[in-house]
């Protein structure tokens, strides 16, 4: 057997060994329907199903995931009975559990105490949302991770030459593939293209106009915009000179 595999395979069981005195009882392996539905980038090799008594009538299940590499990559946690996505903070679409920043560190000679730990933040984590206290701060102070959640596109970045500051206004937007830019000007946009490409990228041309929306505060994800009628109904409460930017209404100039 290969040093690694025999490494981790010894790290497993003294994880399997502590979850047992913790429980009183073996914890029950999760089989490979329930791994499968894991985000891949984890690359979830083991890992067992513990019931935790958070004080309603029954039990909810945390998922202890072990991923390839352990234990010099560190544990997973996930929830198994949850709301839907973004209901909570911290909580991905699949159940798994936000702890730890992506560079934390931990101890890899000490695979059943990590576990152990990080199995009381998660219990502590989900103790925190039932009590309700912290989901809208961390929305509200993360807008940009769980927006980015939200869209779920993998052609989401744009590229902006915008001037950061109000107020609402309409914009230029040069739109094709590998180009996202959002300028204040067509003018400004075109140059910008012609300074990075090129004259043959602005034929033909790609120029549309847009709004840029200039909001008090972030949204929460209850309010993020799924249709047009969200979309207009979030413009209108901006007030201002933004509804009038709206294709449709009377012109602002």
Not at 182 to 188: A, C, I, N, P
Request: a positive charge.
């Amino acid at each position: 057997m290969h040093e690694a595999s025999i490494r981790r395979h010894a790290a497993v069981e003294r994880v399997r060994e502590c979850l047992r005195d913790l429980h009183g009882v073996d914890p029950t392996p999760l089989g490979r329907r329930a791994l499968a539905a894991y985000h891949h980038r984890f690359r979830i090799k083991s890992g067992w199903r513990l019931p935790v008594d958070f004080g309603e009538p029954h039990p909810r299940h945390i998922d202890v995931l072990i991923p390839e590499g352990f234990p010099l990559v560190r544990p997973q946690f996930g929830l198994l009975e949850r709301p839907p996505f973004l209901t909570w903070p911290h909580v991905e679409r699949d159940g798994s559990l936000c702890l730890l920043a992506n560079m934390s560190e931990f101890d890899p000679d000490d695979p059943a105490g990590v576990v152990v730990r990080l199995l009381g933040k998660s219990c502590t984590l989900v103790r925190d949302l039932l009590e309700g206290g912290m989901a809208e701060r961390d929305f509200l102070d993360e807008f940009l991770t769980y927006w980015r959640y939200d869209r779920n596109a993998s052609d989401g970045r744009l590229t902006s030459i915008l001037r950061i500051e109000r107020p609402s206004r309409e914009i230029a937007v040069w739109q094709t593939t590998g180009i996202r830019l959002l300028g204040d000007t067509e003018e400004q946009v075109t140059g910008w293209l012609r300074n990075r490409y090129g004259d043959k990228v602005l034929r033909p041309s790609r120029l549309q106009k847009g709004l840029l929306v200039w909001l008090d505060r972030p949204m929460l994800p209850s309010e993020y915009p799924r249709t047009a009628r969200d979309v207009q109904v979030l413009v209108e409460r901006c007030g201002g000179e933004a509804p009038r930017l709206l294709p449709g209404r009377p012109s602002a100039r």
